[in-house]
Every structure is written in C-alpha cells, then in structure tokens.
C-alpha cells in the first residue's frame, strides 16, 4: 500500500464498515424457557454457535417483542453454572461432595430405590415438579406410578387465583383469562409485583396508553408497571379484598349493577335454603332433578335452569318443607350494603382515603352505564336465540401474586370476581375474556385421586392426583379424617388445595407427618432456597437425622436441574437436564397450554443445540425410569419401551384418551385434523415448519360469551376442551364451599378433626368476605409494625434459574426499600444496614429509600441472595455477601395462640402466604453493618465444574470472523 | 481534533425516539443490545468478573430509574439511555487520532477501533456518560445504532431496526431520521412535545425523549360521575330504609 493512501486513511475518520454482514448460518424457532410465558423466539445460529435470540413475530404470545430475560438466554444456556454429569452425594448433604457417576449408573440406582418403593407403597415417592411445564407428563407418570404425592409449584405461586377462579367462573386471571385489552377502557390491576405475565401484558399496556383508556394501578409498590398507571394507589397489602368489597358496597347502593347479565349468565336468582342448624341451611333449593330452582314472578318456584324463565331479584320463597329460601342475589345486596364496607369504614384499613374509593367507583359506574360497547357481530346463545349484536361493559380487571399470596387470598379473588360479574365483565366486549381453552364448568372436574382405596403397590392411581373437590367426601382423607397425601393436600388443612403444597413437603416428609416417605424427587424448582419458605429452617430438615438410626430423615433425594443450584446440593442423586435449547416439549393443552382469548392454541420446543455435556432432557430420564419400572402405559403389552425415542415419542404418540394427545395440532394420519384425531407421526414437523406453535382462530361469532355461547360451547366440546356444550353458569354464590362448612358445623358422614372445625366453619363462607391476614392478628402488631413483600424484577421473573453474567450486573444485590417517612421516624438513613426481624428469625439487609411504598411496608427483589458455593459463583459475589432472601423469616406456621400452630397459608386452598409477612427494622451496629446475614458456609461443587472465567467475550468470534471476511 | 461533517439542511440524522410514558424498565433493550452488539460490528462487548465481584461490562445501552415529584404528583421514571449521537458530537471533536467520527451520510456516531488508542478523551468529553471502554482490547466502544442492521440486506426490511426498538415489549423506542421534519419519528416528536437531554449543553443530540404524561386522572371520554350524585338520582326515601326494596318488582330472565 502506497504511503500517500495510509496517510488519507489516517486522517480521514472513515473506515469501511460491513453494513450487511451475514447474521447467521441457520434460523430455529423454539419456545422461549426464561420464565414461564412460553413466547416464540427465533434462535440464529451462526458458525456453530447461537448468534442471538429474538422474539417470534408471527409467536400469538409475543408477537415478536421479547423481554429483558429472554434476550439473555445465551448466557443462560452457555452458563458456566451447568451440570456435565450425573452425579452420585458421597459427602454430607449440604456439602456438595460428589460422585461424577455414568447415566447407566444414575439410571439404574433411581429404578432401584424406585422398583422397592412401588412394590410396596407408591406413597412413598414424593414427586414434585416445580415450574415444570410438562406437567400433564410428570402427573401422568405419577398416577401411572401409583403415587398421590404430586404437585408442582402452584401452591407456592397463584393457587389462590386459579382455585378462586375455577370455582367461580370456569377460568381464572392470567393463564386462562384476561382484559379485552384492545377494546376496554377502564382497567384496574392488582398486585401485580411486576410478575405474571411478562410480555403480553407489556404489550397489552403500552396499548392501553395509546388508545387513553384509563390504568389504575392498586399495589403497595409503585415500580415498573405502576409506574405508567394513570394513577397508583398505594394500598396496605391484604387489604384488597376490602377495598374490592367496598366497591361493591358503594354500587350496590347506586344499583349499578347488571341486573340482566346476572340473570343470563349467573346463579344470582338461585334460591339459597335460609334454615340455620339444619343439614342443607345455605345450600341451593332443588327441585326433584337436582335442578336449582328460582322464585317466579307469580311467587312460584320453577327450575333456574329452564331458559327464559322469570325470577325474582330479591324475595322471600317457602319451600315445599315450609322452610325459607333467599336468592343469592339478596344475600349479596343485604351483605355488601352493611355500613362496615362504606368508603370510611374501610378507608383506615386499607390506607386509601375513602374520597378515592368512592370516585373510583364513580369512574367504575360511568364506564360500565355509560360506554357500552356494540359489535355487530350476531351470535346464538346456549338455548338458540339469536343476538344482533354482542354487547359489553367495558371495564376490566387483572390481579396477580400481591392478591393470592396472601392467608385471605382466595377470598379476596373471589371478591374480584363477584365484582367482575356484578358489572356484567365476563367474557364481553371490553371485560375480562377467558383464554382457551376455557372456560370449563365452574369448577372443572375431575376430582383428584389418592383416597384409601386409591393406592395400592403395583398398581396405577385411579385417577390423577390433582383437581377439583366439590364436598368434603372428595377430600384426599383416611377415616378420622387424617391427611393421606405428604404435603397434606386436599385434607381438612387445605380442601381446596388444587395445585398441591410443594411448600410443605420437606417439613412433612422430614417430620414423617402423615407418614415416612422413603424417596422425594423434584425437578427445577429451588427447593433448598428461595423456593422454600423458612429456608434455614428447610436446609436443616434436609439434613436433620435419625438420632436412633443415624440415617436422613428424608431417606433419599433425587433431583433434577440444569444448574448448580442450592438444591443440588442437598440431593442424594442428580439427573442434569439440558438447557431449554436442547430439548424436546411441549406446551400442552393437557397443562397449560398458549391458548388465547381468540382461540387455542399450543406449542413445542425442538432442539436447537446438542448438548455439548453428558446431560439428557429431564423428560427422556423419566420416560426410561417409567419403562424400566414398567409402567403400564410406559410400556407395550409385551414390556419393551412404548417411546424408545424419549419424550419426542411420547408427544407425537400418546393418546390420554382416543384422539386426545399432548399436542392439539395437526392430529390424523393426514394431519388434517385439529383438537381430536388419531397420532400423527409427522406431526412434530408440522409444528417446526409453523414456526412451532399450533393456532386455531375462532370465528367472530363466538369471541365472546363464550361460557354461553352456543358455536363456541359446540366447537370446544367437538376439539375435546369441554366435556359437553352446556352454558357455564357464573357461581357468585359457590356452593361447595357452604357444603365444607357444613361438614364443620357437624353435618354429614364426613366430618373435620375438632382442631379444623372452626376454621373451616369460618372461612368457607360461600361469597367473598374479608379478613385481616394472620400473621398480622397472631403476631404482635407493636412488635412487628411493618409488611415485607417481595417483588421479581422484570428482567429476572421467574427465578429458578436467575445466575446469569448479563443480568447480575443489572441487579446482583437486592436492597430492602422502605419509605422515606417511615425511614425518617425509624432515624434510619439511606444505605443504612438494618436488621429485620419476624417471628420466625432476623436477617441483616441494605436499606435503600424511595417514596412509591406504602408507608406501612417494606419491599424487596427476590431470590436475588444466594447461598456460598452455588450456581458457580465466585466467593466475593454480592449475591452471598450482600444480597438477602425474605424467605428465611416467613414461616411455614404461625406462632401458635392457645397452644396450636396455624399454617401460614391460605385456609381454603393452602397457598403459601408469603405476603403476609410482619417484620420490625432496626439500625444494625457499625460492627456489623456491611455485609447480609444469614451467611452460611460455602459448599464445594462437582469436580468437572470448571472455575468460571473472569471476562466472558461472548461473540468475538462471531463479530470478528465477519469484520475479517468483510475486509477481505 | 477530529472534524465533524459539514451540515446542510435535511441532511439525514438517524436516531432513536424514546417515549417515557411507555418505558416500564424492563431491561429488554439493554439485553436485546447487549446480545446483539456482542456479535456485531464492534464485538464483543466483554463481561469483566463475570461471575464475581464488580460485575462490569460493555453495555451500549443502559436503563436508570428514578423517582421525581412529590405527593400526588410523583411518580417513577424508568429512563433508558444510550449514545445519543449529538450534531455537535464532543467526543468526536476531542478525539486525537480521527477515530471517533460521524458519519455524512446518517449522522451515526462510530469509533474505528484501528485508529483508537484507548485515551477516553472522549468519554470525558461526553456529557450523557454514553460512552463505554473496552479494558480487554484497549479501546472506546459504543452504541452504532445497530449500523449492521439497520441497512442489512440479509435481514428483512422491517427487521433493518436498532435491536433495542425492535424488541421493545411496550413499543416505547422509535427509530428514524430526525434530520427529515417530515419523517414519522419527528412528527412523534413535534406531537409530544420530545425533548432534549440536556440541551443546556450545546451538544444538540439527535435521539429525543418524549416526557411522560402527568398523571390523568381520567381520560376525556370519562368524565367523572361522583357515585353520590348517582346515588341521589338512585335512591327514593323508601330504598335509603331498606335498599332491597328497589330490586322486589325486578325479574331477572334467563
């Protein structure tokens, strides 16, 4: 090169840039897996490696957006965090002393411990999931195993929000229902902690605020999502449910109410028997065919489900008996109209003044009589009649974790949904709309399986061992009433207990309460830590022994992850998954599938990378254990592998029932057919040239009224969604809990222990009250002034697996926010290090001021502190050395008043109250302040486990391989 | 040291439209940028104790959240911020050796990592902090407006965005030509109200802010209704004595 043209280069700023290099050799689409929103990506791979993720544009989840977690899915999957090799405990539990162990070892010392237990007693695995997503898989296996004792994280996440809505309307917020976020107006959320779900509801607010309809934001924090409400009410947490009831209050006195969609669509005219002390007081009023039977205008009684008939509102009917009858929709208006629900009375409570309650409500009324919303779309309900058109109010709801992780959790939804239907929302234009594939009967069946009777060695369960209960001889109970199940589910401590209590089965199983377990098996959730309640307290059951036989209590410990996670560490044998770019699944309308407002829908993920470990998918583990244990359906007739090919078998091949399989796409020989239809061999094709999600789009006719709409009811029945085209009525008064109570105040065969019966009697009330949280009324208010929640940041929602190099620098120390008022009262300052203390135990914490919190609360990031020696992490991280976890000051129980221990939980369906949560803040001395507590002793790690790099530069090949071939 | 191009009437000036009353802080476009720029044109953007303590990286694009106002009228602000490819771009002028430079033809801000010498002069120069040093190869790094996608040809046109408005969940980022009075990002911001960063500074930066919107405590079409004055228009004397009395003549139809 001549001089004279290295000197212009020199001094001209221009370089040759590559303004189209080649982005990448080969394009994959999968299912995203950082949380648990299932969004469409787009994997490019370039050079043999992953050049970058994106969202899915087509995706009906995503629709091409992708959150801050998921673009950040290449250091998750090259984590230097995950596990190489099966691995076998030599040392302590705890220690993380291992055994580098081959798959045929691994696998046959799992069908050892197993082959004994199922001979003998299949109670005796506990099996338990964690945010699995093939769980209509995992409880398969279960029930073919014989076991009752399987759930996966629902307990310790929304139960009360799902159980709350199945019993109510046949569908629930989040996964299977949500706003018509394209039509609505007026849209009230709450208790979002910046959870559930991730991008669809970016998507669906950003929308929101351009079209100007109004987003008020009710939540104790005022972060991420709130931050773009139109307003924010700060409301003291677990109080919700009386704000909502107040609401109530203050449009029933308005009668603004939808006194017609109530007569369509709900059990508002029903007729509920006033006769106290006797056997059916508070149940429905039947006539001879189990109909419920409604009061006519001539004071008549005539079946309420006879289409057209009239029924009184209000009214006083006489039984055939002579005894009374109300309808449901008096017992709503006498209750909610007690001056104890009146803005005032409420107001100091729920710390929002009672000016806001009431002009909220205002602005509830306005929108809902006096914005309707007309489509001209024409519709035929269940009983034939023709509609012009299909007519809505347009005011929606949404409620997340701030609702249900709370003791009156469930109740408190159920007061949201009582307030949805009083307004005529569900499943209108501009409401609240069911995701497919609801709705379902309220409740859906079936009943769970794992009564006495139920289990036997060898031998499948009778059913599956999650559902529905409908009266107290559904609960999963022996005779006296004793709890049959190890987390204790669907006893009388948690009837209603409809996704398990994954959070009480390692303080039951390590105290043999109902009964010794031998093996517990879980996958991909962190039990050891920030999924556990009381976590000190839960690493010490994991390890507490026998002090006759010196063994574990907890005889054995299986566990399944793809990382190094603190649980691994507890485990006894570890099977290493994949990552979520090296395997096979599907997302499935058996579980919880990606279905939306306008259709159902699933989808899978395909391998993207081989694995580059000696690690198998957790799903092809379990399918070769159920064969080797020969589990019937695992196996042909004549005991060879019915999937030889592992999980990617089993979804194209296996039918629950004839034509229903895990995917709903593509089915028949053709492939031809949707919902129902025979295997189709080629049908996981099919999904990957559809960019690997399945669609069904339903006519205009029947997007909405789905729950009575006669098109719809007949297209999901004939796709297998629903059991038969019968209109899905709206239980506002939800009898199966009036038959629980019952059973407490001393009717029927099956009767509580005397220490439930109180309980019982008190919160199964059959409409929506509120209640004060208990760890506020049984612990000392004075002592412990403050709620502590926690939130998931947006960038690290959901956090089973949250170790990742980009997203620790964004927040790898979570500080615990407190308002600047309460702070100032408190002299605390700023960065201070503070002491925490409840009544289970005290950490150390770094405080950090703000105003958008509720003076009465604290808040931090979860799982965000991890324990020394896990997810590969260097000794000095600020994650073990700064960062801290709420978790070890939330109890399982609660402090006990009269000598008993209550569950720290929601009494109907069992749900973890994490939110409850009462702590006291003190300044920590100078000699103490500087580092989080508790700090435990870091373990070791498995030995291929190579020391992490100190700089990752990731891409540097890629983007140098490219500048090179562009100068060329 | 190093000249900034002659500037002309509608000479194109591409930049980004941020709009903070969308912003939740979700971190997307910092990661989406970050996974895209790491392979890109100015790769890699390196992690330095990675998995330690004093995590830092490269990262082009950064989000800071903070709250402002007082009382009723607070609120937080999720604020992300990259280069904002000034007109009068000082870490371009201050750059010793020609290689900081902005470009005629777009007005996108680069550094030609071959002429850089690692002096950062022009991360003090720059008043927004937009500036990043990559300690492993010794030399500035920044933002370049996804320079390898917005003109890509192996890409599909309505990919050829900067990563970050591409991915971003609630819509808030706009990418365009600023220097077009015309073009769709500016009638965006003429409509809204789009602000400077800074502007006090002199730099003239190109990407622009559109500021959240107070808080609306109602929207236009939904005037207020108090509930009282519903309730006086409800109520009869007899329904205040028992509120069940308006419901009795009411049936309900299935």
């Known amino acids: 090169m001549k001089l004279r043209e290295r000197w212009r280069d020199y001094w001209s700023p221009r370089e040759q840039v590559d303004t189209s290099p080649r982005v990448s050799d080969e394009v994959k689409y999968t299912t995203c897996y950082m949380c648990a929103c299932r969004c469409g990506i787009k994997v490019h791979l370039k050079d043999g490696g992953i050049r970058f993720i994106e969202g899915n544009p087509r995706h009906p989840v995503n629709r091409g957006v992708i959150c801050g977690k998921g673009a950040s899915g290449i250091m998750q999957h090259y984590s230097p965090a995950r596990l190489s090799k099966p691995l076998l405990r030599v040392g302590e539990r705890g220690a993380g002393e291992f055994r580098e162990i081959e798959w045929d070892e691994a696998i046959a010392t799992a069908v050892d411990w197993l082959s004994t237990i199922r001979t003998e007693d299949p109670r005796k695995l506990a099996f338990f999931t964690g945010r699995d997503q093939s769980q209509s898989l995992t409880g398969f296996w279960a029930t073919q195993f014989g076991t009752p004792n399987f759930a996966a994280h629902g307990g310790f996440c929304s139960v009360n929000m799902a159980a709350a809505g199945m019993y109510t309307l046949g569908g629930s917020f989040w996964e299977f229902g949500e706003p018509d976020w394209e039509r609505t107006k007026l849209f009230l959320m709450f208790g979002v902690a910046e959870d559930h779900d991730s991008n669809p509801i970016k998507l669906a607010l950003s929308g929101l605020r351009r079209r100007g309809a109004k987003f008020i934001s009710i939540n104790p924090v005022r972060t991420g999502y709130s931050a773009i409400a139109d307003e924010w009410i700060g409301i003291r947490p677990g109080t919700d449910g009386l704000f909502v009831l107040s609401l109530v209050h203050e449009l029933l006195r308005a009668d603004k109410v939808d006194l017609d969609y109530l007569g369509r669509y709900t059990n508002a005219a029903w007729l509920v028997i006033q006769a106290p002390g006797s056997a059916d007081d508070g149940l429905f009023a039947r006539n001879e065919a189990g109909e419920p039977l409604v009061l006519d205008s001539a004071g008549g009684l005539t079946s309420g489900l006879e289409p057209g008939g009239k029924a009184r509102v209000v009214g006083e009917a006489q039984l055939p008996d002579g005894r009374r009858a109300v309808p449901v929709f008096q017992l709503i208006a006498e209750r909610y109209l007690d001056p104890r629900y009146a803005p005032e009375a409420v107001a100091p409570v729920c710390g929002i003044p009672a000016e806001t309650i009431r002009r909220v409500a205002g602005e509830i009324a306005a929108t809902a009589f006096g914005q309707e919303i007309e489509i001209p779309v024409a519709w035929t309900d269940w009983a034939g009649r023709q509609h012009s058109s299909m007519w809505g109010r347009p005011v929606s709801f949404h409620a997340m974790r701030g609702i249900s992780a709370h003791s009156n959790g469930f109740q408190t939804c159920r007061a949201l949904h009582l307030l949805q239907i009083l307004l005529g929302t569900i499943d209108v234009p501009g409401g609240w709309r069911y995701k497919s594939p609801y709705p379902k009967p309220a409740p859906p069946g079936p009943k769970p399986a794992g009564k006495p009777g139920q289990v036997a060695p060898g031998t499948p369960l009778a059913g599956a061992p999650l559902g529905y209960v409908m009266s107290p001889e559904d609960l999963i109970v022996d005779g006296e009433g004793r709890p049959q199940r190890i987390d204790k589910a669907f006893s009388w401590e948690a009837p209603i207990a409809a996704h398990g209590l994954m959070h009480m089965l390692i303080r039951n199983a390590a105290n043999r309460d109902p009964y010794p377990i031998d093996t517990l098996f879980m996958y991909m959730a962190n039990m050891a830590w920030n999924s556990a309640m009381n976590t000190t307290e839960t690493m010490r059951l994991l390890t507490d022994k026998d002090p006759a036989t010196g063994e574990y209590k907890i005889p054995r410990i299986i566990y399944s992850d793809a990382f190094y996670s603190e649980t691994v560490a507890y485990a006894d044998l570890i099977l290493p998954d994949t990552t979520y770019l090296e395997r096979w699944d599907c997302i499935s309308l058996l579980d919880r599938p990606i279905g939306g407002t306008d259709g159902p829908g699933d989808s899978i993920r395909q391998p993207i990378v081989a694995p580059d470990r000696d690690v198998r998918p957790f799903q092809d583990v379990l399918i070769e254990l159920g064969a080797r244990l020969g589990l019937p359906a695992f196996v042909t007739p004549d005991g060879a592998p019915r999937y030889p090919g592992g999980y990617k078998d089993y979804i194209a091949l296996h039918e629950r029932s004839p034509g229903i399989g895990p995917l709903a796409g593509w089915r028949g020989a053709e492939g031809d057919a949707q919902g129902k239809g025979a295997p189709n061999p080629k049908q996981l094709d099919r999904y990957i040239a559809n960019g690997c999600f399945w669609k069904y789009e339903l006519p205009p006719e029947q997007l909405y009224f789905k729950h009575a709409n006669k098109a719809y009811l007949e297209g999901a029945t004939a796709m297998g969604l629903i059991p038969a085209p019968e209109p899905i009525v709206l239980q506002l008064y939800v009898e199966p809990l009036q038959r629980f109570r019952l059973a407490a105040q001393g009717h029927g065969p099956v009767q509580p222990p005397e220490k439930d019966r109180a309980r019982i009697a008190t919160y199964f009330d059959p409409l929506p009250f509120w209640y004060a949280p208990f760890e506020e009324t049984r612990t000392d208010p004075g002592g412990f002034p403050l709620h502590a929640i926690t939130q998931r940041p947006m960038q690290m929602y959901h956090s089973w697996h949250s170790q990742n190099a980009w997203l620790r620098q964004i927040l790898g120390q979570n500080r615990l926010f407190m308002n600047r008022v309460t702070a100032r009262a408190l002299g605390l300052a700023d960065d201070d290090w503070v002491f925490v203390s409840s009544h289970a135990g005290r950490i150390e914490a770094q405080l950090k001021l703000m105003d958008g919190v509720n003076p009465n609360t604290v808040w931090t990031w979860n799982a965000i502190g991890k324990r020394a020696g896990a997810w590969n992490l260097a000794a000095d991280s600020p994650e073990f050395t700064k960062g801290f976890l709420l978790n070890h000051l939330i109890g399982e129980t609660l402090p006990g008043r009269d000598g008993d221990t209550a569950l720290n939980a929601d009494p109907i369906t069992g749900q973890a109250a994490w939110y409850d949560l009462r702590v006291r803040i003190e300044k920590a001395p100078a000699a103490e302040a500087g580092h989080s507590a508790p700090h435990f002793a870091a373990f070791g790690h498995p030995r291929s486990m190579a020391p992490p790099p100190d700089i990752v530069r990731y891409g540097a090949r890629l983007g140098r391989d490219e500048q090179q071939d562009a100068a060329e | ?254």
């Not at chain 2, 009228?73 to 870490?91: I, M, N, Y």
């Open chain 2, 1 to 254: 040291m190093t000249d900034l191009p002659a500037r002309y009437p509608g000479q194109t000036q591409l930049g980004l439209v941020i709009d903070l009353d969308l912003c939740v802080g979700c971190h997307a476009c910092a990661t989406a940028c970050k996974e895209w720029n790491t392979g890109g044109h100015m790769a890699p953007l390196p992690d330095f104790n990675a998995y330690g303590d004093g995590a830092w990286g490269v990262w082009f694009n950064r989000i800071h959240s903070f709250e402002e106002g007082e009382g009723d009228g607070a609120r937080t602000v999720h604020f992300p911020k990259s280069c904002l490819h000034c007109e009068d771009a000082a870490c371009v002028t201050v750059c010793p050796t020609g290689a900081s430079y902005k470009r005629a033809e777009d007005g996108i801000v680069l550094v030609n990592e071959s002429l850089c010498i690692g002096c950062k002069l022009c991360s003090w120069a720059c008043p927004y902090g937009a500036r990043e040093f990559d300690a492993d190869e010794g030399v500035m790094k920044k933002c370049t407006l996804c320079i390898d996608r917005i003109y890509n040809a192996n890409l599909a046109p309505e990919e050829r965005q900067p990563a970050c408005v591409f991915v971003c969940p609630t819509k808030a980022r706009f990418f365009g030509d600023l220097g077009d009075p015309n073009s769709a990002v500016s009638e965006l911001v003429a409509a809204r109200g789009g602000k400077d960063l800074m502007p006090e500074l002199g730099y003239r930066p190109t990407n622009k802010y559109l500021p959240p919107r107070r808080a609306r405590p109602y929207v236009d079409d939904l005037a207020p209704q108090p509930l009282t004055a519903l309730l006086a228009e409800a109520q009869s004397a007899a329904d205040v004595a028992n509120p069940l009395l308006r419901w009795v003549d009411r049936l309900l139809s299935r």
